[in-house]
């Protein structure tokens, strides 16, 4: 708002400044209008700035932007073991017994171009599926592994229609999949965001931030 006030205000000071240079020269009054113009382009540059810096600003917010995708609550149950509550930004609630030493969540996401981004498109996506994993693919072939779904079958798949029809949609820039994963340990709260670029989690207690910091 503070930009598009400024913006305003320039633009109307170059206006008025403009008429009254026209004024002068019909008036032959050549060195008054000279100014008075050249008052009036300086005021039309200032405003020209002044939205080029708002607009700069404005693609950094878009392309920088984070939704919510949801936060995960892990609480051990036993060696290796962990019960995961998945809270989604709805505040719907979905549980998971986890196997391994990582969590992982997958998730399909359309990403727009940047110009689609500027005017508020932002990045789709559908979380897939929750599973274990271990940190050593020694365990990783010989342990029980746990996945789950997070997307039930559907009669009609709008990711299927974007993928066939995506020619259709020059604004589109990309149809990928996207994971983010870390250390499951007892009681850490983790958020799972959704950039312009993918999944992104973070850890949001003490518990989570001790397990990142030890994490090899």
Not at 71 to 90: I, W
Request: charged share 20%; net charge positive.
């Amino acid at each position: 708002m503070t930009f598009t006030a400024l913006i305003v205000v320039l633009a109307l000071a170059g206006i008025l400044f403009l008429i009254l240079a026209v004024r002068r020269l019909r008036r032959r009054r050549l060195l008054g209008g000279a100014l008075h113009g050249a008052t009036a382009l300086i005021f039309v540059l200032l405003s020209i700035c002044t939205l080029m810096i708002a607009a700069n600003l404005r693609t950094y917010q878009r392309l920088s932007f984070e939704q919510p995708a949801g936060e995960l609550q892990l609480t051990r149950t036993a060696d290796r073991e962990y019960n995961a509550v998945l809270t989604y930004p709805s505040g719907e609630r979905a549980s998971f017994a986890l196997r391994g030493d990582e969590w992982q969540v997958d998730a399909r996401v359309l990403k727009w171009h940047a110009f689609a981004n500027l005017v508020g498109f932002d990045t789709a996506y559908r979380l897939e599926r929750i599973g274990g994993r271990y940190a050593r693919i020694e365990d990783e072939r010989a342990q029980a592994r746990t996945v789950y779904s997070l997307n039930p079958p559907q009669r009609i798949d709008p990711w299927d229609l974007v993928h066939r029809y995506h020619s259709w949609m020059p604004w589109m820039d990309a149809l990928y999949g996207s994971a983010t994963y870390l250390p499951m340990a007892d009681g850490a709260l983790y958020e799972i965001k959704v950039s312009q670029s993918g999944l992104v989690a973070r850890p949001l207690n003490q518990a989570a931030r001790d397990a990142v910091g030890s994490w090899h």
